[in-house]
């Protein structure tokens, strides 16, 4: 598909729904092979690769914001990764359509880690630079 329809990042956006080749007595396995499955793709086409995990509860979901630590099932998803962008909309409300967002660089293998102000435009599943030039 790379090749074929220039593809140049590869995200899952529901790893909770992905299986491993065989049966597993338990999901850490499970992930972790999904884990290193992703890492082997990503090094093999030179792309990006990528998985949203499972989020936390709503309600956890308004009063902190994200970490590592949300990266659930498996610790090889934070181990295998090269780096951890994680979405925090403080303020969000349903069904508004630009909110006021924050990525956080919690992990990069190759450089700094920190935050960026974004808006993030729902109606077209964007992010963009939240800096207003005058």
Same mark, same amino acid.
């Given at each position: 598909?790379?090749?074929?329809?220039?593809?140049?990042? $590869?995200?899952?956006?529901?790893?909770? $729904?992905?299986?491993?080749?065989?049966?597993?007595?338990? =999901?850490?396995?499970?992930?972790?092979?999904?884990?290193?499955?992703?890492?082997?793709?990503?090094?093999?086409? =030179?792309?990006?690769?990528?998985?949203?995990?499972?989020?936390?509860?709503?309600?956890? =979901?308004?009063? !902190?914001?994200?970490?590592?630590?949300?990266? =659930? &099932?498996?610790?090889?998803?934070?181990?295998?990764?090269?780096?951890?962008?994680?979405?925090?909309?403080?303020?969000? !409300? &349903?069904?508004? $359509?630009?909110?006021?967002?924050?990525?956080?660089?919690?992990?990069?293998?190759?450089? !700094?880690?920190?935050?960026?102000?974004? $808006?993030?435009?729902?109606?077209?599943?964007?992010?963009?630079?939240?800096?207003?030039?005058?």
């Amino acid at each position: 598909m790379k090749v074929e329809r220039g593809i140049d990042i $590869l995200v899952l956006d529901y790893l909770g $729904l992905m299986r491993g080749s065989q049966k597993y007595s338990n =999901r850490v396995a499970e992930v972790s092979e999904i884990s290193a499955g992703l890492k082997s793709i990503a090094k093999t086409v =030179r792309i990006p690769c990528g998985g949203l995990p499972t989020q936390p509860a709503p309600e956890d =979901r308004r009063t !902190r914001e994200p970490g590592l630590h949300d990266l =659930r &099932d498996s610790g090889s998803l934070e181990q295998d990764a090269d780096q951890v962008i994680l979405i925090h909309r403080p303020d969000s !409300r &349903d069904g508004q $359509l630009c909110a006021e967002s924050e990525l956080i660089v919690a992990k990069n293998r190759q450089g !700094r880690t920190g935050r960026a102000k974004v $808006l993030f435009h729902r109606e077209w599943t964007r992010f963009v630079d939240a800096v207003v030039e005058e």
